[in-house]
Nanobody
């Protein structure tokens, strides 16, 4: 059974940083593309960043380029999201997800496995 557990959310002032982590179990981690999504109150879930299996290539939503960095440690079965220069509009619940797709997958329907999320609140 695939299990994804996110940690690292919290309350931070605008301009600050947070590092989220997602520990995975029950899957061959190195064979999965890993993604971060977020859902703000009253809004739909949206793609934030992904990192492919194999080469570990990162890719991002336009609104986080230059501010967020996704990385993975296959030895620890963990994916990270370093979030810098946070803005109030980054406030959301952040979810980790896993996909067997090998391309630059961004659609949530292509990620069958999800964590429960970690809440990030950015205040001005």
């Amino acid at each position: 059974q695939v299990q994804l557990v996110e940690l690292g959310g919290g309350l931070v002032q605008a301009g600050g940083s947070l590092r989220l982590s997602c520990a995975a179990s029950g899957l061959t981690f190195r064979s999965y593309t890993m993604g971060w999504f977020r859902q703000a109150p009253g809004k739909e879930r949206e793609f934030v960043a992904g990192v492919t299996w194999g080469g570990g290539y990162p890719y991002y939503a336009d609104f986080v380029k230059g501010r967020f960095t996704i990385s993975r440690d296959n030895a620890k079965n963990t994916v990270y999201l370093q979030m810098n220069s946070l803005k109030p509009e980054d406030t959301a619940v952040y979810y980790c997800a896993a996909s067997r797709r090998a391309d630059w997958v961004k659609d949530s329907v292509d990620f069958p496995s999800w964590g429960r999320g970690t809440e990030v609140t950015v205040f001005s």
